[in-house]
């Protein structure tokens, strides 16, 4: 597998060199009535939300969870490696309901989706925490680029040259569809803050009504620790040379505020004013 290329430009936007070659597969992917959508920029809470879908279409049933890693349960729309079955013919295998994650901005989303109407889940995560996390990403997954010092990878995601592109850009193109029925915005801050208030938010949006101690269930289920310590969501099945958790484990720390142990004093103003002046145009606002 090629590791460590430079990222390559698909309509502007960085991907991952190896998902490139199945571009035209991904833009021609037709989305079924009833799949549900994970969307987000990379580090954002991916992981957490596809395994509390799959709980939830699973009515809390952890042994029907075990049956699979996340990354099989929940396929990556835009995944291709070679000499594996690349996301989209996973999904084309799969029967309904499916549930589908993908990193892509609004504007490359495939348009089977808006054409069939599917429910979305976007979760958003504030710039600084998506840094430190997608930094450490890089260092562990030799898929991507390699992100250099934390300082010249910092100028890259400001520059909005990291894979799937600005960040900025990412979270308020997805912010403004949010009006539409189908799509639900929510924040990694907020599930932080109160896991149960944001999985009903999520069972509703489903259109599943699940009791209390099921819910009760979920939630445990999902923190960082049961996350961490479960092998069908930590990816530590994956080859340590595809993603190395010596180097940093894929569940790393799970929490808001890490960016103040890695940012020095001139990083985080660059990035107060990164955030300033791209934010400036939107309602939309972060808690860091
Ligand atoms: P950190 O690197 O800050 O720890 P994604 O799934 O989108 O790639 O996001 C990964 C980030 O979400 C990592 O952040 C990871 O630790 C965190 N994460 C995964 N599961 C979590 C959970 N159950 N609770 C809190 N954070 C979680
Ligand atoms: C790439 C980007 C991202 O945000 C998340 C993931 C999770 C699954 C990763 C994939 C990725 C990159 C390619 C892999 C894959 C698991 C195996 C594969 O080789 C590392």
């Known amino acids: 597998m090629a590791n460590r290329s430079p990222a390559i430009l698909v309509n502007g936007i960085p991907m991952i060199s190896v998902f490139v070659e199945n571009w035209e597969n991904v833009q021609r992917f037709q989305a079924r009535e009833d799949d549900l959508l994970i969307n987000t920029y990379p580090k954002s809470g991916t992981t ?21 890693a996340i990354f099989e349960r929940v ?9 594996m079955p690349t996301g989209t013919e996973i999904l084309n295998g799969l029967k309904s309901r499916r549930l589908i994650k993908s990193h892509l901005p609004v504007q490359l989303l495939p348009a089977s989706f808006w054409e069939k109407n599917c429910k979305m889940i976007y979760v958003a995560r504030n710039p600084k ?4 996390s997608y930094y450490h990403f890089h260092q562990m997954a030799i898929v991507h680029p390699d992100p250099g010092t934390f300082e010249e990878y910092l100028q890259e995601f400001i520059n909005g040259t990291v894979c799937i592109g600005s960040w900025s850009h990412h ?9 539409q029925r189908n799509i639900l915005y929510l924040f990694y801050e907020d599930l932080l803050e109160d896991p149960k ?17 099921v819910i009760e269930k979920i939630h445990q289920s999902t923190t ?52 300033k002046k791209e934010m400036s145009d939107t309602d939309l606002s972060f808690r860091f």
Request: aromatic share 10%.
């Open 75 to 83: 396929p990556f729309l835009e995944y291709a490696v070679p000499d």
């Open 129 to 132: 925490d998506v840094l430190v």
């Open 224 to 275: 960082f620790k049961a996350m961490k310590e479960n092998k069908m969501t930590n990816y530590s099945s994956i080859p340590t040379s595809v993603m190395d958790h010596t180097i940093s484990p894929f569940m790393r720390k799970g929490i808001c505020g890490d960016w103040k142990n890695q940012l020095t004093v001139a990083q985080n103003e660059l990035l107060d004013e990164y955030y």
């Open 197 to 213: 208030r944001e999985i009903r938010k999520v069972i509703k949006f489903m259109e599943k009504d699940l009791p209390e101690d």
């Open 171 to 179: 979270v308020k193109g997805w912010w403004k569809k949010r009006h």
């Open 48 to 68: 957490w939300m596809s395994e509390i879908m799959d709980l939830i279409l699973c009515g809390g049933d952890t042994e029907k969870t075990k049956r699979a």
